[in-house]
């Protein structure tokens, strides 16, 4: 069938991933380009997502940590920026790595009794934490805002005398990249801030993975007494994988603090904690485009299908959501990249016994 | 294999979360009015501004000065006008909708009647789309934002809840997207200075406690106060605008107990311990269904002169007080269509018809909530007909410059003026009720509090 020699087909698969991997590249470059603005302002809040669920994936995924609480750490994310930006108005990125910081202790405190409970006992800690802090938000209403919100504002005089607040906004700088309209060229400017720190925080997850640090978190996971015995610092690796799996979530609520201009206690709830699992699970795991590919199916499902639906439909929207996943985790139990792998080692077991036919051939 | 275990138990556990979710989701955002956005330190300035601008002759809102981007006829088409609304259709709040249902009644009505007939000369029908924030404050600016931007409305009208008010009003200053006719009376719309973008389509929750407190100080210039008040923007601003108007009289308030929504189902036991503390007037600043459960909970032995919000004065609310609603208190501005002497009303009358036309069935009709959504179609439809020209910033200014407006169900000695930041409030024209045999009759004059609704203000 093939006429290709074997060496030359493993060179061109090797390019395969390259070459999606630019496809992707380009498509997410040029989406700003061609989507109104309205549209590029939602597909900018699925990046935040993204970043959330890749910090979840490299704590269930690579670590096999259970976390039913990130949500509550992408919240303290994004209380971090909104309070910072109110209070002393420091540079948006600045306030990114700010909440990375504080999300990062954040999960370390939670990482440490993490080490003596495990499994299911630990989605039950995290869960704890995940329905306490709208709670604490609550009770903290004249700091946080409470389900009302807090909007992240600047305050200047308006025409009439009146100290006003006006919202944030990425100001624009003067590239052909963007539109000539100042909201849209906002728009785009913000979204491409949000790719760019998205990539960032991927390829340094992917380094973190393919490292000797990488392999101790995976080898933990695989079989806990045997990295101990191998010489792996359980202890502090797990620690640390908490720490950088919050601060990743931090880093998402951040930039969703930075989008939306505004937080309240009822955005960051146990359900966005479910949601973020989701991301993970329908993504796949361990892999690391995984959290990329779920929260893109999360946010086509919720800002792109809902919308359509019915009326009378929509209030039963969870139950859909609930439905096809069950059914997806039973056609395929390893997500999307699981069902790609899969199909991937079927079509390179049919190419080894053509080839093992082929070189029969007399 | 074993890494594949915690994960699978993971989406499982995921996926019954989500499907619990969808059996009942009255989660995390049953306040009724809670919150406050980060403007507490400017409640001051609203009153300095006085008439700077030179009264009448400068218009209130100048888009080219107040606006970045200025789209004052984006939502008409033709000869169509396209509004938003935003709702809790589902959720534990779901009671709200029936508002929209009375919002929708006005605008088929009005559609029916061959459109409304703008400032402009032009005639105009109405098309309103409706969305779903299930009254969580964390899902209003997703809806909002869609309503604005992609189907591209021109307004908003009658958008329920304060939180959830509060949760787009940066947005649609930012954007200059005008929101008419609130269906809340939070003190935070009167900051038209710097919101001027939003207007009320309720009394002024302060106006309605100094009402009571004007009629108390007459009644019982010694009353006790045992105050019952929710725990969030809207309860306190009746608990503000009560303490600050018994400074320097003899009424006290002997006991006050918070209700706080989101944790608590019942108000029984703050009731019952209110009843403990001797005072002869309950002043029940609480909304949605635990407010006439607190009638419920009075015990026998405690009849104090009780006063209810007026959010939850219609006949739907008051059938779950299960006859403890004789004699009760509470402030009105419009006409009861759950009482027999103001069904007779033309204006009653021309609701319940065209209202049953538009299909809304009898116990809406005289249940009081679809009224109110009503009343916000009418303000909406009364500012069209005065505009001189259809864009957003001349309709909004010339809400804020009305000269002795009646509409909708609006008592019919009423009439509101409005002057931009001096005088934002629409409605000011209040009376004291008392509820007798199962109808509510006023025991004061309709008092006009008009331009004066903002230093109510606790």
Redesign the interface.
């Given at each position: 069938m093939t006429s290709s020699s074997p060496a030359k087909s493993l060179g061109a698969r090797r390019w395969v991933p390259l070459i999606a991997l630019a496809a992707v590249a380009v498509v997410c470059l040029a989406l700003p380009q061609v989507l109104s603005s309205y549209w590029t302002d939602t597909i900018t809040t699925w990046i935040p997502l993204a970043v959330a669920a890749l910090g979840l994936n490299l704590l269930t995924g690579y670590n096999g940590q259970i976390s039913v609480g990130h949500g509550a750490l992408f919240g303290v994310g994004a209380y971090t920026t909104a309070l910072i930006l109110n209070e002393w108005h420091w540079p948006f990125l600045v306030t990114v790595v700010a909440s990375a910081v504080v999300c990062f202790v954040a999960g370390v405190v939670i990482g440490l009794p993490a080490l003596r409970i495990k499994g299911l006992y630990l989605a039950l800690v995290t869960l704890a934490v995940a329905t306490l802090f709208p709670q604490i938000l609550e009770q903290f209403s004249d700091t946080t805002g409470g389900s009302a919100g807090l909007g992240i504002t600047n305050r200047e005089l308006n025409r009439r005398g009146v100290m006003t607040d006006r919202s944030i906004r990425f100001e624009p700088p003067d590239l052909a990249l963007l539109s000539a309209d100042d909201a849209k060229a906002s728009s785009q400017w913000r979204y491409y801030i949000f790719l760019l720190v998205a990539a960032i925080c991927f390829l340094l997850v992917r380094n973190l993975v393919n490292s000797r640090a990488g392999r101790s978190i995976i080898a933990i996971r695989d079989n806990e007494t045997a990295a101990e015995v191998s010489g792996v610092n359980v202890a502090a690796a797990k620690v640390f994988t908490f720490g950088i799996s919050a601060a990743l979530a931090g880093i998402g609520g951040s930039l969703s603090a930075l989008e939306l201009a505004r937080v309240s206690s009822g955005t960051f709830t146990l359900v966005l904690s479910l949601n973020l699992l989701v991301a993970v699970v329908v993504g796949g795991t361990p892999s690391i485009a995984g959290p990329a590919i779920g929260a893109v199916f999360l946010g086509f499902f919720t800002n792109v299908i809902t919308p359509e639906f019915p009326e009378d439909v929509k209030p039963l929207t969870p139950l859909i959501l609930g439905v096809l996943l069950v059914v997806l985790m039973l056609a395929a139990p390893g997500g999307i990249v699981g069902m790609y792998r899969q199909l991937q080692a079927r079509l390179a077991a049919r190419r080894a016994i053509s080839q093992t036919a082929i070189s029969q051939v007399p | 294999m074993?890494?594949?275990r915690?994960?699978?138990?993971?989406?499982?556990?995921?996926?019954?979360?989500?499907?619990l979710?969808?059996c009942g989701?009255d989660?995390?955002?049953a306040?009724d009015t809670?919150?406050?956005?980060?403007?507490t330190e400017?409640t001051a300035?609203?009153d300095?501004?006085g008439g700077?601008?030179g009264g009448d002759a400068a218009a209130f809102i100048?888009p080219e000065?107040?606006c970045?981007?200025y789209e004052g006829t984006k939502g008409i088409e033709g000869d169509t006008i396209k509004i938003g609304t935003v709702r809790p259709?589902?959720g534990a709040y779901s009671i709200y909708d029936t508002i929209t249902k009375g919002l929708e009644a006005y605008v088929t009505a009005v559609n029916t009647d061959g459109g409304v007939t703008a400032g402009d000369g032009k005639t105009y029908k109405l098309e309103l789309v409706k969305a779903?924030d299930a009254y969580?404050?964390?899902?209003t600016?997703a809806e909002v934002?869609?309503l604005v931007?992609?189907e591209g409305i021109f307004a908003m009208v009658g958008e329920i809840g304060?939180?959830n008010n509060?949760?787009v009003r940066?947005?649609m200053?930012?954007n200059c997207v005008p929101s008419i006719g609130l269906a809340t009376g939070s003190p935070e719309w009167g900051k038209a200075?710097?919101?001027p973008w939003f207007i009320g389509g309720l009394p002024s929750y302060a106006t309605e406690a100094h009402a009571f407190m004007e009629y108390l100080k007459t009644e019982k210039p010694a009353a006790k106060i045992a105050l019952l008040y929710q725990d969030?923007?809207f309860g306190k601003a009746y608990q503000a605008t009560i303490k600050k108007d018994i400074e320097g009289t003899d009424i006290t308030i002997v006991d006050e107990q918070s209700f706080n929504p989101?944790?608590e189902t019942s108000p029984e036991s703050k009731v019952a311990q209110l009843a403990t503390s001797g005072a002869d007037v309950f002043f029940v600043g609480i909304g949605g269904a635990p407010c006439p459960a607190a009638l419920r909970a009075q015990p026998s032995d405690w009849t104090p002169m009780t006063y209810i919000s007026i959010t939850c004065s219609g006949k739907t609310a008051m059938a779950l007080a299960q006859g403890r609603d004789e004699g009760i208190y509470s402030t009105q501005a419009t006409y009861d269509v759950g009482t027999a002497a103001d069904q007779a009303n033309p204006k009653v009358q021309e609701f319940f018809t065209k209202g049953a036309a538009a299909g809304l069935q009898e116990a809406e009709l005289q249940g009081g909530i679809a009224a109110a959504g009503w009343g916000f179609g009418a303000l909406f439809v009364r500012g069209l007909e005065l505009t001189p020209t259809v864009d957003r910033a001349t309709l909004m200014n010339t809400l804020y410059s009305l000269d002795g407006e009646n509409f909708g169900l609006a008592l019919d000695d009423a009439a509101a003026h409005t002057n931009g930041?001096d005088d934002p409030w629409i409605i000011e024209d209040l009376r004291v009720i008392k509820r007798t045999a199962g109808s509510w009759e006023g025991v004061t004059e309709l008092i006009s509090y008009d331009g004066k609704s903002n230093d109510f203000v606790g």
């Amino acid at each position: 069938m093939t006429s290709s020699s074997p060496a030359k087909s493993l060179g061109a698969r090797r390019w395969v991933p390259l070459i999606a991997l630019a496809a992707v590249a380009v498509v997410c470059l040029a989406l700003p380009q061609v989507l109104s603005s309205y549209w590029t302002d939602t597909i900018t809040t699925w990046i935040p997502l993204a970043v959330a669920a890749l910090g979840l994936n490299l704590l269930t995924g690579y670590n096999g940590q259970i976390s039913v609480g990130h949500g509550a750490l992408f919240g303290v994310g994004a209380y971090t920026t909104a309070l910072i930006l109110n209070e002393w108005h420091w540079p948006f990125l600045v306030t990114v790595v700010a909440s990375a910081v504080v999300c990062f202790v954040a999960g370390v405190v939670i990482g440490l009794p993490a080490l003596r409970i495990k499994g299911l006992y630990l989605a039950l800690v995290t869960l704890a934490v995940a329905t306490l802090f709208p709670q604490i938000l609550e009770q903290f209403s004249d700091t946080t805002g409470g389900s009302a919100g807090l909007g992240i504002t600047n305050r200047e005089l308006n025409r009439r005398g009146v100290m006003t607040d006006r919202s944030i906004r990425f100001e624009p700088p003067d590239l052909a990249l963007l539109s000539a309209d100042d909201a849209k060229a906002s728009s785009q400017w913000r979204y491409y801030i949000f790719l760019l720190v998205a990539a960032i925080c991927f390829l340094l997850v992917r380094n973190l993975v393919n490292s000797r640090a990488g392999r101790s978190i995976i080898a933990i996971r695989d079989n806990e007494t045997a990295a101990e015995v191998s010489g792996v610092n359980v202890a502090a690796a797990k620690v640390f994988t908490f720490g950088i799996s919050a601060a990743l979530a931090g880093i998402g609520g951040s930039l969703s603090a930075l989008e939306l201009a505004r937080v309240s206690s009822g955005t960051f709830t146990l359900v966005l904690s479910l949601n973020l699992l989701v991301a993970v699970v329908v993504g796949g795991t361990p892999s690391i485009a995984g959290p990329a590919i779920g929260a893109v199916f999360l946010g086509f499902f919720t800002n792109v299908i809902t919308p359509e639906f019915p009326e009378d439909v929509k209030p039963l929207t969870p139950l859909i959501l609930g439905v096809l996943l069950v059914v997806l985790m039973l056609a395929a139990p390893g997500g999307i990249v699981g069902m790609y792998r899969q199909l991937q080692a079927r079509l390179a077991a049919r190419r080894a016994i053509s080839q093992t036919a082929i070189s029969q051939v007399p | 294999m074993t890494a594949q275990r915690p994960l699978r138990l993971a989406a499982v556990a995921a996926a019954l979360a989500l499907l619990l979710s969808a059996c009942g989701r009255d989660d995390d955002n049953a306040d009724d009015t809670g919150g406050s956005d980060n403007t507490t330190e400017t409640t001051a300035a609203s009153d300095e501004d006085g008439g700077g601008d030179g009264g009448d002759a400068a218009a209130f809102i100048v888009p080219e000065e107040d606006c970045a981007n200025y789209e004052g006829t984006k939502g008409i088409e033709g000869d169509t006008i396209k509004i938003g609304t935003v709702r809790p259709e589902s959720g534990a709040y779901s009671i709200y909708d029936t508002i929209t249902k009375g919002l929708e009644a006005y605008v088929t009505a009005v559609n029916t009647d061959g459109g409304v007939t703008a400032g402009d000369g032009k005639t105009y029908k109405l098309e309103l789309v409706k969305a779903d924030d299930a009254y969580d404050p964390a899902k209003t600016p997703a809806e909002v934002r869609r309503l604005v931007e992609q189907e591209g409305i021109f307004a908003m009208v009658g958008e329920i809840g304060t939180s959830n008010n509060l949760a787009v009003r940066q947005y649609m200053n930012d954007n200059c997207v005008p929101s008419i006719g609130l269906a809340t009376g939070s003190p935070e719309w009167g900051k038209a200075a710097e919101y001027p973008w939003f207007i009320g389509g309720l009394p002024s929750y302060a106006t309605e406690a100094h009402a009571f407190m004007e009629y108390l100080k007459t009644e019982k210039p010694a009353a006790k106060i045992a105050l019952l008040y929710q725990d969030d923007d809207f309860g306190k601003a009746y608990q503000a605008t009560i303490k600050k108007d018994i400074e320097g009289t003899d009424i006290t308030i002997v006991d006050e107990q918070s209700f706080n929504p989101l944790t608590e189902t019942s108000p029984e036991s703050k009731v019952a311990q209110l009843a403990t503390s001797g005072a002869d007037v309950f002043f029940v600043g609480i909304g949605g269904a635990p407010c006439p459960a607190a009638l419920r909970a009075q015990p026998s032995d405690w009849t104090p002169m009780t006063y209810i919000s007026i959010t939850c004065s219609g006949k739907t609310a008051m059938a779950l007080a299960q006859g403890r609603d004789e004699g009760i208190y509470s402030t009105q501005a419009t006409y009861d269509v759950g009482t027999a002497a103001d069904q007779a009303n033309p204006k009653v009358q021309e609701f319940f018809t065209k209202g049953a036309a538009a299909g809304l069935q009898e116990a809406e009709l005289q249940g009081g909530i679809a009224a109110a959504g009503w009343g916000f179609g009418a303000l909406f439809v009364r500012g069209l007909e005065l505009t001189p020209t259809v864009d957003r910033a001349t309709l909004m200014n010339t809400l804020y410059s009305l000269d002795g407006e009646n509409f909708g169900l609006a008592l019919d000695d009423a009439a509101a003026h409005t002057n931009g930041a001096d005088d934002p409030w629409i409605i000011e024209d209040l009376r004291v009720i008392k509820r007798t045999a199962g109808s509510w009759e006023g025991v004061t004059e309709l008092i006009s509090y008009d331009g004066k609704s903002n230093d109510f203000v606790g």
